[in-house]
């Protein structure tokens, strides 16, 4: 049988996670766990999607990113997980973290990336 962590995580906020492992029946079973070392990687995680959101608002002012980046930081998103989200090819998305590519993109598409960011079209239009 395996040794499970039963270490407490805060970043799961009092929940635990569950893991199916073998009892010595050679049967699965669930067991609560958690980890100390999986709460320090979610945290770094955290703190990465941070710096690149604060970055990304920079490149922003400076009218090179569009909101759709901000908001796929804010959304602790990559590339291929937005493309996934809006179902598009991830060149395609690339594209639209730029804000030239972006002034010009139709509502309708610019849809496609509020509702994968559960916001309004008016609050990915009129970034602030």
């Known amino acids: 049988m395996i040794e499970i962590p039963h270490e407490k995580n805060e970043t799961l906020e009092g929940m635990q996670k569950v893991m199916y492992a073998q009892n010595e029946q050679g049967t699965f079973e669930r067991y609560n766990y958690g980890s100390s070392i999986e709460e320090f990687a979610t945290q770094v995680a955290v703190e990465e999607y941070e710096l690149l959101k604060q970055e990304c608002l920079g490149r922003i002012q400076k009218g090179e990113d569009s909101p759709i980046a901000f908001y796929m930081y804010e959304n602790r ?4 997980t ?16 730029k804000m030239r590519v972006f002034k010009r993109m139709s509502d309708a598409l610019l849809q496609c990336y509020a509702d994968a960011f559960s916001i309004s079209l008016a609050q990915l239009k009129e970034f602030h």
């Open 82 to 97: 937005l493309a996934s989200a809006v179902g598009m090819f991830q060149f395609r998305v690339k594209r639209h973290l």
């Open 77 to 80: 998103m990559d590339l291929p």
